[in-house]
């Protein structure tokens, strides 16, 4: 199957500072990507949309300034949330949808565990 | 708009009995169904998908589930439960304008005792 890199899987940072996550197709190319955030035994609640060469779509509720969404080419995705409080804390998750084989399945990358202290 | 309902936060079986993870779903379109699980600081593992072809799917270690649009329900079963089969299990609900784009359900956690 497709895979997605996601990277880092665990981070640290200081309150205040803003921390980049990446989001990789490997195998495939990915006009579409998505990101979610997972709170601890909760289900996954979708934040944005990331369309390759234009703006994400964010949902209801987000603040696009806090989570900056980049989707600069066909296989990668970036996530930075800007100036990091401790209510950031979570499990982030993106997914890319493969456009090659008719975009009826997402794959997930392996998540990544923020911690703001 | 589409939502999903997972009925039980939490499913404990023996090991060896009967899997069942119940799932509902609403739609306005007809849906793209999905199963996925989680394991513990983890991403998430497709287990199986419904596109429309045939209404009981099947999926990896064992599991499979049946479409009922009658009742409007996607139950994920698995006839022997095995330890290994303890995680947290997704389902999710897509349509194909949104390919890729998933509601998701509660989530169900699933505890397999010896």
């Known amino acids: 199957g497709a895979v997605v890199s996601q990277h880092p899987s665990r981070v640290i940072c200081k309150s205040g500072t803003s921390v980049k996550i990446e989001c990789r197709s490997l195998?495939?190319?990915?006009?579409?990507m998505f990101w979610y955030r997972q709170f601890p035994k909760k289900s996954l609640m979708l934040m944005a949309t990331?369309?390759?060469?234009?703006?994400?779509?964010?949902e209801q509720g987000v603040e696009k300034d806090k989570f900056l969404i980049n989707h600069a080419s066909l296989t990668l995705s970036t996530l930075t949330v800007t100036s990091a409080h401790p209510e950031d804390s979570s499990f982030y998750i993106c997914?890319?949808?493969?456009?090659?084989?008719?975009?009826?399945?997402?794959?997930f990358g392996q998540g990544t565990r923020l911690t703001v202290v | 708009a589409q939502s999903v309902t997972q009925l039980g936060s939490h499913v404990s079986v023996s090991e060896g009995a009967l899997v069942l993870l119940r799932c509902n779903y609403s739609?306005?379109?007809?849906?793209?169904l999905f199963w996925y699980v989680q394991y513990p600081n983890q991403g998430l593992q497709l287990l199986l998908k419904?596109?429309?072809?045939?209404?009981l799917v099947k999926g990896i270690n064992g599991f499979e589930a049946e479409f009922k649009k009658s009742e409007t329900s996607f139950h994920l079963t698995k006839p022997s439960a095995h330890m290994s089969d303890a995680a947290e299990y997704f389902c999710?609900?897509?349509?194909?304008?949104?390919?890729?784009?998933?509601?998701f359900g509660q989530g169900t956690e699933l505890s397999v005792k010896p």
């Open positions: 999710a609900v897509s349509d194909y304008n949104q390919g890729g784009k998933l509601i």
């Open positions: 990331s369309n390759e060469g234009s703006k994400a779509t964010y």
């Open positions: 997914s890319a949808r493969d456009a090659g084989t008719g975009g009826t399945e997402a794959f």
């Open positions: 739609s306005s379109v007809p849906p793209y």
């Open positions: 419904y596109t429309s072809a045939a209404t």
């Open positions: 195998d495939f190319q990915a006009t579409t």
